[in-house]
């Protein structure tokens, strides 16, 4: 009789975790609310129905970079901004904005409310060249430009100096620094056809700038632009492009490297046919954007007319030197020359910010993770963190476009993905009323990643 009611009772239990698991909420802090984050809110949405997401931002409006990052005049990549208001006005989605994490919430007590807490809030400093002068005034990171132009509220007083100057260099010459470049050389009356902020609209039609050098490490070869990005920025009108002819030669190494990858050998093939054409249309107050490659930054000088303002930059000639296979790097060759300019827009990378309780590698500079789990150091020997996840650039660090982050959180959400385990539990039999019943010793379900 006994094992009946045993067996009855375990039947009695298994529909009351079914029902139980199917109705018990998963509660989730998404934290960060640009495309990472959303992407990743979408993602735990679809892949369950008891998923509650809240999604943070310290700031009071959403969609992070593809709102302060994007430029001005792509809209075509802002469209995104649609399908993460669907996420953000799901039933199951909250946006709670104005909420910084480390001084208005600890993660500590995020990972006490949730059951799980996944970190998607990017990059929002910037990586240091650590070479003298580089605290000059006119020296801005390129993050700096794109959210003064963006009307990131960051980004309201920085005031940029327009008028007194004619001539910026760009350290960099990946997309960010195109974009900064095309800004500057874009004539306003197209920019003001634009959602570019209007303070920055105020001060660009007022811009003396006539010439933008984009200065790179390495070789045309080793462009790390995409060719969209560049055709766009070569496409400006009457703009006069200068390319040093004998910067497009190739070694066997570059041309090895240029056979195994269609996108480099696309950029090269704009950059050669740029270095042979001239605007049509040619004047005194032309524009012009010159493209230098194999120069790294040595220092910065300092005005002699204005203290502690720049006038220039020193720069340390490079050559390549093959690392591995299809892999070159640039090294100093021990010969310098410098550029004059009044302005220096620094896009060598954007870096990510560790908050307490959060384990961090600060070589990389990234959360340590395994497919977006985070572990507990960097070590060969670290564990996993319960219930803690890292999704974007704070994952992977800042490279990619805005689709990549929709790949970055298939794996965080789905490769490893969100599911309800019952753990083991402690149990006891108690005879009440003539009834078997099981009484719970610990807490019967536990919210897992595997």
């Known amino acids: 009789m006994l094992k009946r009611r045993i067996f009855q009772s375990r039947r009695w239990l298994c529909r009351s975790f079914s029902s139980i698991i ?15 984050g959303c992407y990743t809110a979408e993602k735990m949405l679809k892949a369950s129905q008891q998923a509650q997401v809240d999604i943070i931002d310290r700031l009071p409006t959403p969609f992070g970079l593809v709102r302060s990052g994007v430029a001005p005049d792509h809209p075509e990549t802002k469209i995104v901004v649609n399908q993460f ?3 953000a006005q799901h039933e199951r989605c909250s946006f709670f904005g104005n909420v910084t994490l480390g001084s208005n919430v600890s993660l500590a007590e995020l990972r006490k409310l949730y059951h799980v807490v996944v970190l998607a809030y990017g990059a929002e400093s910037d990586r240091s060249l650590g070479i003298p002068g580089e605290n000059l005034k006119g020296i801005l990171s ?3 430009f794109v959210w003064w132009y963006n009307g990131h509220p960051d980004g309201r007083n ?3 100096d327009l008028k007194s100057i004619d001539t910026a260099v760009i350290l960099g010459q990946g997309n960010v620094a195109l974009d900064v470049a095309r800004i500057l050389l874009r004539p306003t009356t197209e920019l003001a056809t634009t959602d570019i902020a209007s303070h920055a609209l105020s001060t660009l039609e007022e811009s003396s700038i006539r010439v933008v050098y984009l200065v790179g490490r390495r070789g045309p070869a080793q462009a790390a632009c995409t060719a969209k990005e560049l055709r766009e920025v ?15 030669h190739l070694t066997p190494t570059d041309e090895e490297e240029l056979k195994s990858n269609r996108i480099h050998r696309r950029i090269f093939e704009l950059l050669s046919k740029a270095a042979t054409s001239r605007p049509i249309h040619a004047g005194l107050n032309q524009r012009q954007l010159r493209f230098v490659f194999f120069r790294k930054p040595d220092s910065f000088q300092e005005s002699k007319d204005s203290t502690g303002h720049v006038s220039g930059v020193l720069f340390e000639k490079t050559v390549l030197k093959g690392v591995g296979p299809g892999k070159q790097i640039a090294v100093g060759t021990g010969e310098f020359e410098d550029l004059k300019c009044g302005m220096v827009l620094k896009s060598i990378g954007y870096k990510s910010v560790p908050v307490d309780g959060l384990p961090f590698d600060h070589k990389k500079g990234i959360v340590p993770n395994d497919k977006g789990r985070v572990l507990s150091d960097t070590s060969d020997t670290a564990v996993l963190e319960e219930g803690l996840y890292v999704c974007g650039w704070l994952k992977r660090g800042p490279t990619g476009i805005v689709a990549t982050n929709l790949y970055c959180a298939e794996e965080t959400v789905c490769i490893s993905p969100f599911s309800i385990h019952i753990i083991p539990i402690t149990v006891k039999l108690t005879e009440v009323a003539n009834h078997t019943v099981f009484m719970f010793a610990s807490e019967f379900l536990k919210l897992s990643l595997s």
Do not use: F, T, Y
């Open 142 to 144: 390129a993050r700096e």
């Open 22 to 36: 199917h109705s018990e909420p998963v509660r989730v802090c998404v934290v960060g609310s640009g495309p990472a």
């Open 234 to 248: 070569l496409g400006i009108k009457n703009l006069d492009v200068s390319i040093q002819e004998s910067d497009l």
């Open 158 to 160: 920085l005031d940029p």
């Open 85 to 87: 208001s669907r996420v």
